[in-house]
């Protein structure tokens, strides 16, 4: 029996329709996802988002209990205004990072209050920094340097992205060869395609421990969690729940990991054509 579910934002009730279900959920998937949660079944929105960027979607939603961004580094109560636990990368990591990247690398550094962009990159990707722009629902704060960046704020997460398949094979070999304090891993989703983004957390983070600890405030085991993931590092949580989903345009390495021949395992329709919502009827739960 299901007693909570754990969902992605971006490319499971997020898609691509602007004004229709982006930058928020379509309203009839709010809509549902509010009568599962008022029906007793928690539910709980985790993503690679920053916190400032999901509280967006999750007050459009209206669901008033913890959430998880930043890969897991943050727990948070955007409807009451709580940052309940974060999990913050040491400024001599951040700065060693910084110094391993080439300076034409699009960097971004966040906090749980905004994000922070060297200039002169920034300035040489107008369509690409619009358009991260528009996902995020918020600009990125233009510096010179990150060095007053990491001096005066505490940073949850970093983001690298990836333009090619050159650029993201250099970009890994630089970090993995040289940080061991961190965690990191590559995602995209549908509005960023093809870029490609490392997103770097402190060690340990990822949204698999996040699930874990949260599953054992809401005092149910993850045997009784329904996930719900579009990208391959999705799995990363949904491997420890005893029922999982994707949607039609989940990512076929994604879609390899599933067995939906099992009835505890299903794959919806589109983002685009509210395929949440075949989900959530499929286990009976709207």
């Not at 988002?49 to 999901?54: E, H, I, Q």
């Not at 997103?199 to 809401?218: M, N, Y």
């Not at 599933?258 to 685009?272: A, I, R, T, Y």
Request: with cysteine.
């Amino acid at each position: 029996m299901i007693k909570a579910v754990v969902l992605d934002i971006d490319g499971v009730v997020v898609g691509t329709k602007k004004g229709i279900n982006f930058p928020n959920p379509a309203p009839r998937v709010s809509q549902a996802l509010r009568k599962v949660h008022d029906s007793g079944v928690p539910v709980v929105f985790i993503t690679a988002k920053t916190s400032f960027a999901a509280s967006e979607n999750i007050k459009y939603v209206g669901i008033d209990n913890p959430h998880i961004a930043d890969s897991g580094a943050v727990l948070f109560n955007p409807i009451r205004g709580e940052l309940l636990h974060i999990k913050y990368i040491s400024p001599s990591d951040v700065h060693r990072i910084i110094s391993l990247v080439p300076k034409s690398t699009l960097v971004h550094l966040f906090t749980t209050r905004g994000y922070f962009v060297i200039k002169k990159v920034q300035e040489k990707l107008p369509e690409f920094v619009k358009k991260y722009s528009d996902f995020m629902q918020r600009s990125p704060i233009p510096v010179d340097n990150f060095d007053e960046v990491i001096k005066n704020e505490e940073v949850v997460k970093i983001n690298i992205y990836a333009f090619d398949s050159k650029e993201k094979d250099k970009i890994t070999e630089i970090i993995s060869k040289s940080m061991k304090n961190i965690a990191y891993r590559w995602a995209t989703n549908p509005h960023l395609e093809p870029v490609e983004i490392m997103v770097i957390t402190t060690s340990g983070v990822s949204k698999r421990p996040g699930v874990e600890a949260l599953t054992q405030d809401l005092r149910v085991s993850v045997d009784e969690v329904l996930g719900v993931g579009d990208m391959l590092q999705d799995w990363d949580f949904l491997e420890v729940c005893g029922y999982k989903a994707t949607l039609a345009n989940g990512s076929k390495k994604l879609k390899d990991k599933l067995n939906f021949s099992d009835e505890k395992q299903f794959m919806g329709g589109h983002v685009d054509r509210d395929g949440i919502l075949d989900i959530l009827k499929h286990f009976k739960l709207v």
